[in-house]
């Protein structure tokens, strides 16, 4: 198990085989994947073998990551960095389980996701997205000291661009 990085409650780790399990169950909850543009597995079998082919840790040096709760160790979703190939760009994602929601995971896991693209990674910039109606994913954003950028199209849905610049440049 490779630890990427920790904050006070969480550690961040890339993914393991047996997170199959989780990514099925995270994209057949409606409410967890309504504002995403994804859509469900059709089985464990393809969640495991999306895991089992996640290659961005080895072309990028980054991806997004398993957020587990330090004193359990129970995966509470997803977070991390994503290599936009079309746009060149840096995004920042997350998902999580629906009974984490509401809980400051989603912030903390990406805030330490933005200092860990600037301080260790040496990125430039960082950008996110969301649906215009997903006020919690935007809130997550705001809380991260990304700043709105433009209205955008995202998945043939009304969304939003924030970005964050690295200062340290």
């Not at 490779?2 to 199959?20: P, Q, V």
């Not at 977070?79 to 760009?89: A, I, N, R, V, Y």
């Not at 709105?148 to 939003?160: G, I, Q, R």
Request: glycine letters at 8%; one cysteine or more.
């Amino acid at each position: 198990m490779k630890i990427i990085l920790e904050t006070e409650r969480l550690y961040l780790r890339e993914f393991l085989d047996s997170d199959g399990y989780h990514f099925f169950h995270l994209n057949n909850d409606p409410d967890v994947i309504k504002y995403t543009g994804n859509s469900a597995f059709e089985s464990l079998e393809e969640a495991s073998r999306f895991i089992e082919n996640y290659s961005d840790y080895e072309r990028n040096g980054f991806g997004r990551w398993a957020v587990c709760l330090k004193t359990t160790n129970e995966f509470l979703g997803w977070c991390g960095l994503k290599f936009e190939e079309d746009s060149k760009e840096i995004d920042l994602g997350y998902r999580f389980y629906k009974k984490n929601w509401g809980r400051g995971y989603a912030t903390e896991a990406a805030f330490a996701c933005v200092k860990y693209g600037f301080e260790t990674l040496n990125l430039k910039r960082i950008i996110g997205r969301s649906y215009l109606v997903n006020s919690g994913s935007i809130k997550v954003l705001e809380n991260c000291n990304l700043k709105f950028e433009s209205k955008m199209k995202y998945d043939n849905e009304p969304a939003v661009l924030y970005s964050i610049e690295n200062d340290r440049n």
